[in-house]
């Protein structure tokens, strides 16, 4: 018989850390994003326009990590601690390496990708320099993110947030000073912000590792054997054929957001910056439901390496409750104080008009997002590891860009069409995954695994 309390116990201590850490890095970022609220609008458009090529990237990083979440944790269900240490590293040889090369051809070629965005002559000028400079923290961010996927794949999800902590502290002190001259630091204005970030992640990746390889954790006791260095298909392939996937599905979001840029710009400076704040602004709640795809990806995961059938369905019962339940404070507040949360960023009238209206439309989206986030990660981990990608797909290029491309260019409709065109992408992805969980019967997944284990044996395997 499982235990509820404790369920929801172990639940909480594992979604809390990772609300706590995604608090951390969004203040962060709104930290940053107020400062440079305080600046010209080409500034806070550059800004967006590099965050969101950088973010291309990054997402393909936390797509992979997810494939690396979902071995470990199965591993650490099984009490595999020497390959759950073996996990990380052979993560590790390879995203590092691939990131370095990215942020090199960034660096060096940032004004292709800033083209991608805009062909606005201030906005480029000062958004490639923000670019060039913040690409450079790529490998120490590939570095971040595996070692974090680590942790979490262990249940482990406090480290993080004590890394997380001290980045973001790292990273408000230097903007702080480099954006504006304080503390005997030279005013550099957006490239200081660039700057910061950088060296906010320069020290972030030398902290976790060190604390990941310390002598008190139980992975540095779990040696393997084998050289650091050295590639193994076995787990090269189980990282990579969950991770690909989830990775795509991270950047058919991040283009999909670039092309809805495009169209938002073509409304003018002023919307596109009221709508980078927006997201921004929006991101102060959906920190709350960031944690439930960590939790769920890696609690099936873990349920089922353990062949616990019972546990597994109680994760997923108490992880469809809590993402139903906070939309009970998400919706409203979004829905009645849009201005308050606008205000936190700038203190432009007209940019918190425009921002005020997306944050209304959006309130609508939040059930069906935290839906799809708890369920996708019970689908991937139960061996569907394409379906989360294609459920995206359909959402993203089927609904949002499509009717977002024919309001704002064709028809050149009024903007508030795109922002519910974002908002019905959503609850068309929650259907999807919904029919998904039904239809491939992901509550049995327990179930379907013992059934094969035991065929195997049988059959001497």
């Known amino acids: ?37 305080r600046l010209i609008a080409d500034d806070i458009s550059a800004q967006g326009v590099a965050v969101r090529i950088y973010n291309t990237f990054y997402m393909l990083l936390k797509g992979l990590a997810i494939g690396a979440t979902v071995v470990v944790a199965t591993y650490y269900g099984q009490g595999r601690l020497d390959r759950c240490r073996r996990t990380v590293e052979q993560a590790y040889i390879t995203a590092v390496p691939f990131t370095l090369i ?28 923000y670019m060039s400079i913040m690409a450079l923290a790529l490998p120490f961010v590939a570095v971040i993110t595996m070692t974090t996927a680590g942790f979490q794949g262990q249940g482990n999800t406090r480290t993080p947030m004590y890394v997380a902590v001290f980045v973001n502290i790292l990273n408000i002190i230097f903007g702080y000073g480099l954006i504006f001259g304080n503390f005997g630091m030279p005013e550099l204005g957006l490239i200081g912000g660039a700057i910061a970030f950088l060296i906010a992640q ?18 540095r006791a779990a040696r393997h054997g084998e050289r650091f260095w050295r590639p193994d298909g076995r787990y090269l392939r189980d990282i990579y054929t969950t991770g690909i996937p989830a990775a795509c599905e991270n950047v058919f979001w991040n283009v999909a957001t670039i092309i809805i840029s495009r169209v938002v710009l073509s409304y003018g400076t002023e919307s596109y910056a009221a709508y980078q704040l927006g997201l921004q602004a929006e991101g102060l709640l959906d ?29 997923l ?33 007209e940019l918190i008009a425009i921002g005020r209206e997306y944050l209304m439309i959006m309130s609508l989206a939040q059930l069906p997002q935290n839906l799809s986030k708890s369920l996708n990660g019970f689908i991937r981990a139960s061996g569907y590891k394409k379906t989360p990608m294609l459920i995206s797909f359909s959402g993203l290029w089927l609904v949002r860009v499509p009717l977002s491309c024919l309001i704002g260019w064709v028809l050149v409709g009024d ?27 992901i509550p ?8 094969e284990d035991r065929a195997a044996a049988a059959a001497g395997v």
């Open 202 to 219: 320069m020290a972030g990746a030398a902290l976790e590792v060190f604390l990941f390889y310390n002598r008190r954790g139980p992975i």
């Open 102 to 129: 990215c942020a090199l051809i960034i660096a060096f070629c940032p004004a292709f990708f800033v083209s991608l965005f805009t062909q606005d002559a201030a906005i480029m000028s000062r958004a490639t320099g």
């Open 287 to 315: 920190m709350l439901a960031a944690g439930f795809i960590t939790a769920s990806t890696t609690l099936a995961a873990s349920s089922i390496g353990k062949r616990d059938d019972p546990l597994f369905r109680e994760y």
């Open 444 to 451: 049995n997944t327990v179930q379907k695994r013992i059934a």
């Open 415 to 441: 903007i508030r069409w795109i922002w519910w065109a974002v908002s019905f992408d959503q609850i068309v992805r929650a259907t999807l995954s919904i029919l998904v969980v039904w239809r491939c019967k």
């Open 317 to 349: 019962k108490q992880m469809l409750m809590m993402a139903v339940g906070l939309c009970f404070f998400s919706v409203p507040m979004l829905l009645f104080f849009p201005n308050q949360f606008m205000m936190l960023l700038t203190d432009k009238p």
């Open 1 to 37: 018989m499982v235990d509820k309390r404790k369920v929801r116990r172990q639940i909480f201590s594992m979604i809390l850390p990772i609300v706590l850490e995604n608090f951390l890095q969004t203040s962060a970022t709104l930290v940053t994003t107020a400062m440079i609220g």
